[in-house]
C-alpha cells in the first residue's frame, strides 16, 4: 500500500491488496457454492475427475411401515440406531414422527471423528431413520458402502467449509470479513475507474491546449490562406 501518493493510488492499491488476500476464499467459495446451484452438473464433473461416486437420491428416502401396537419408544429408537454406526459414535440430534404421518420415521445423528456440522443447525455427521413401529434401523448416511475420501469431502466437507460450521462463532467471523470483501472490491474497482476516465479526459484536453488546438476545425495560421500549406 503506498500512503500520500493521492486517492487514486490509494484505492487502486486497496483493490490489488484486498483481491490478492480475499481470493482462496472467494475461490473456495466459489467452487463449493457452485454445488448448491448445480448439483448434478458440480457432482458429475467432481466425481468424473476423483474416485468415488455420488450418493445415490434413495439414501435419504426412508418410510417407517405400520404396524399394530403403541411403536418405539425415541429411547428405544436412539438404541437401535446407535447399533447401526460406528462404535464410539455420539448423540447429537434426533427428530420425532409426525404422528399425522403413518410414514413418518425417526431421524436419528451422531457425531464421529471430526464432526463438521457441529456448528451449524444440524450438528451431527451420521444419520439413520428409525422406523416408529419395528425399531428397525433403515438408511445409515452417508452410505458406509460408500465412503472413500473423495465422497467425505462432497458429503460432509465441502458444504461445511462453505458455511463455516466447522469452527464456532468468534472464528466465523472471519467468513463475515472476506464474505464483505467484493462489496469493498466493487467499491474500490469503480472509484479507480472513475478516477481514472476522469485523468484520461484532463489528459487530453492538456494535449490539446500544448498543441494550440490543431486538429480538424481548428483555425489555420495567421497569414495563411485556408487550406494552403505551411
Known amino acids: ?74 429411547g428405544e429408537a436412539v438404541e437401535d440406531a ?8 455420539r448423540l447429537v440430534a434426533i427428530s420425532i414422527p409426525e404422528k399425522s404421518e403413518e410414514g413418518s420415521a425417526y431421524e436419528v445423528w451422531f457425531a464421529h471423528g471430526v464432526d463438521t456440522w457441529a456448528y451449524g443447525n444440524y450438528p451431527g455427521n451420521y444419520g439413520v431413520y428409525v422406523d416408529r413401529y419395528s425399531g428397525r434401523a433403515g438408511r445409515y448416511f452417508p452410505d458406509p458402502g460408500n465412503e472413500t475420501v473423495t465422497n467425505d469431502f462432497m458429503q460432509n466437507w465441502a458444504g461445511a467449509i462453505h458455511m463455516g460450521t466447522l469452527v464456532g462463532w468468534l472464528p466465523r467471523t472471519g467468513w463475515i470479513v472476506f464474505g464483505l470483501t467484493p462489496l469493498l472490491l466493487a467499491v474500490t474497482g ?35 490562406p485556408a487550406g494552403a500549406e505551411a
Open 1 to 74: 500500500m503506498r500512503r500520500g501518493k493521492g486517492r487514486y493510488k490509494l484505492n487502486y492499491d486497496l483493490h490489488k491488496v484486498v483481491g490478492f488476500i480475499a481470493l482462496p476464499a472467494l475461490a473456495i467459495w466459489a467452487l463449493t457454492g457452485i454445488n448448491f446451484e448445480l448439483p448434478k452438473q458440480t457432482e458429475g464433473a467432481y466425481y468424473a475427475l476423483t474416485p468415488g461416486s455420488a450418493a445415490p437420491e434413495s439414501i435419504y428416502e426412508f418410510e417407517s411401515r405400520p404396524g399394530s401396537g403403541p411403536g418405539v419408544t425415541m
Open 82 to 89: 446407535r447399533g447401526a454406526v460406528p462404535s464410539g459414535s
Open 190 to 224: 469503480s472509484v479507480t475507474w472513475v478516477m481514472r476516465r476522469r485523468m484520461g479526459k484532463r489528459k487530453k484536453r492538456r494535449d490539446r491546449d500544448r498543441d494550440g488546438g490543431s486538429g480538424p476545425g481548428a483555425p489555420s495560421p495567421v497569414g495563411a
